[in-house]
């Protein structure tokens, strides 16, 4: 196997880029890095200390004060806060209707592209979010970039929602995500795009099985001995 093999997915939000990914990095036995995972943490912290977006000193000490970390169980990424497993409370509606404002300061993105970077230089891994292929990693050796029919986007976010307990319309989750591609995709700093290499993934009708062989047919070549 070729040494340091980084799976880069970016995408849409609610297009199954972590479903997608912690299904690959547990087939290839990966190490999965869930990036957004890292910026609604951040997220959580700045709306528990009324952090002010627009004040570039709040913001630097908010930072200087968050210590992120990883820990893996049957490959799925928890996430900790200081500390704090917030894993759970990360995927809250409130945190979504925030984090896509967060993720656009300058500040935030450098910190956190910064620890992302340090994460993939000496191991094999599988990260997605909004810009490993083009900022993150642009030289990782497999890109795939996941998109998929926004109603239908809408719905999955729906049903995960509804089921962890949430109340919540369908018609609240598919403007969040209108406004969130929009935020996304418009924002100085790293915005969302497709790498020029970057395979698309339109998982619209793909059942999780099919996108993950997808998946695979494009990854496995790499890993061949030279």
Request: hydrophobic share 40%; aromatic share 6%; net charge negative.
């Given at each position: 196997?070729n040494?340091n093999?980084?799976?880069a997915?970016?995408?849409?939000?609610?297009?199954g880029?972590?479903?997608?990914?912690k299904?690959l990095?547990?087939k290839l036995h990966?190490?999965?890095?869930?990036?957004?995972?890292m910026y609604?943490a951040?997220?959580?912290?700045f709306?528990r200390?009324?952090?002010?977006l627009?004040n570039?000193a709040?913001v630097?000490k908010?930072?200087?004060?968050?210590?992120?970390n990883?820990?893996?169980?049957?490959?799925?990424?928890?996430?900790l806060l200081?500390?704090?497993?917030?894993?759970?409370?990360?995927r809250?509606?409130h945190?979504?209707?925030n984090v896509?404002a967060?993720s656009a300061?300058?500040?935030v993105r450098e910190?956190m592209v910064?620890?992302?970077?340090k994460?993939?230089?000496?191991?094999?891994i599988?990260?997605?979010g909004?810009?490993?292929g083009t900022?993150?990693?642009?030289?990782?050796?497999?890109k795939?970039f996941m998109?998929?029919?926004?109603?239908?986007?809408?719905?999955?976010?729906?049903?995960e929602?509804?089921?962890?307990g949430?109340?919540?319309?369908?018609e609240?989750?598919?403007?969040?995500l209108?406004?969130r591609?929009?935020?996304d995709?418009?924002r100085?700093?790293?915005p969302?795009?497709?790498?020029?290499?970057?395979?698309i993934?339109?998982?619209?009708?793909?059942t999780?099985?099919?996108?993950?062989?997808f998946?695979?047919?494009?990854v496995?070549?790499?890993?061949?001995?030279?």
């Open positions: 196997m040494k093999i980084v799976v997915i970016d995408g849409y939000s609610s297009c880029k972590s479903t997608l990914a299904a990095a547990k990966f190490i999965y890095i869930d990036s957004g995972a609604r951040v997220t959580l912290y709306l200390n009324n952090i002010d627009e570039d709040q630097k908010a930072l200087e004060e968050i210590d992120l990883f820990h893996s169980r049957d490959y799925n990424s928890h996430i200081n500390g704090e497993d917030v894993s759970d409370e990360i809250q509606m945190i979504s209707e896509s967060v300061i300058k500040q910190a910064k620890q992302q970077q994460m993939g230089k000496s191991k094999n599988v990260m997605d909004r810009d490993i900022t993150v990693f642009p030289h990782a050796q497999i795939l998109t998929a029919d926004p109603k239908v986007r809408a719905e999955r976010r729906y049903k929602l509804i089921a962890k949430e109340e919540v319309t369908l609240e989750i598919f403007e969040n209108a406004h591609d929009y935020l995709t418009t100085k700093e790293s969302l795009t497709r790498a020029e290499d970057a395979i993934l339109d998982n619209t009708e793909l999780e099985a099919e996108q993950l062989n998946a695979l047919d494009r496995v070549p790499f890993l061949e001995p030279a």
